[in-house]
Structures are given as C-alpha cells and as structure tokens.
C-alpha cells in the first residue's frame, strides 16, 4: 500500500500555471500506475490525466489536452502533474490516486489509493 499527499495548489489568474506534487510514502511506488482526478462543487470527480508505472505512457482527458502534462520520477516517489494556460473551469479540488489493477485509466473506481486533494482555484 502507498500513501499519497498532494501539494501544489493555490489560486491563480486565468492563463497562469502550476504544477501539483503527489508524494507516495510505501513500498514499491514504481509498481502503481498513477492518475489525476479534479472534483468541483456540486460536481462528480472526473479523471484529469494518468501515468504508467514507468512514465512511458500518458492519458489525458480531452478537456486538458494539450495544456497539461503528467510526469512521475520513481527515485522519488513523486508524481506530477504540470498545469499550463488554466481556465476558471479547471477550479476544482485535485486529487492523486494509484492502482496495481490493470484498468481503463479513466475509471475512478479501479483506484486503490487516494490522496486528500489540494484545491486549484483559477480566477478570471
């Protein structure tokens, strides 16, 4: 089992930028694929990006494409994730999750751990 913390959040101005950490303390980190979800208010949480255990392979949900980027540097047990060109749509709290299931990337529920969020608030 890992445990994950995110960090990295904040409020920034419509086509600003951050970049979110997901820290995972346990064992064998290099063996779980890794996503990104975001949930807003009143909204159902909704898968951002994904990354393979190796970070040779990315997925990226059409409404980020192109803006974000996922990264993962297993010497650290960190996965990123690099947000460009923030929309006040993109406001939402984020959240870091890793699965040793081999499942459609997109689907929350195949996810195993969980990190708490950090809030991204864009501002227009």
């Known amino acids: 089992q890992v445990q994950l913390v995110e960090s990295g959040g904040g409020l920034v101005q419509a086509g600003g930028s951050l970049r979110l950490s997901c820290a995972a303390s346990?064992?064998?980190?290099?063996?779980?694929?890794m996503a990104w979800f975001r949930q807003a208010p009143g909204k159902e949480r909704e898968f951002v990006a994904a990354?393979?255990?190796?970070?040779?392979?990315?997925y990226y949900a059409d409404s980020v494409k192109g803006r974000f980027t996922s990264s993962r540097d297993n010497a650290k047990n960190t996965v990123y994730l690099q947000m460009n060109n923030l929309k006040p749509e993109d406001t939402a709290g984020y959240y870091c999750?890793?699965?040793?299931?081999?499942?459609?990337?997109?689907?929350?529920?195949?996810?195993?751990?969980w990190g708490q969020g950090t809030q991204v608030t864009v501002s227009s």
């Open positions: 990354i393979s255990q190796s970070g040779g392979r990315t």
């Open positions: 346990g064992r064998s980190f290099s063996s779980y694929a």
């Open positions: 999750a890793a699965t040793k299931l081999v499942a459609p990337v997109h689907v929350a529920s195949y996810y195993t751990n």
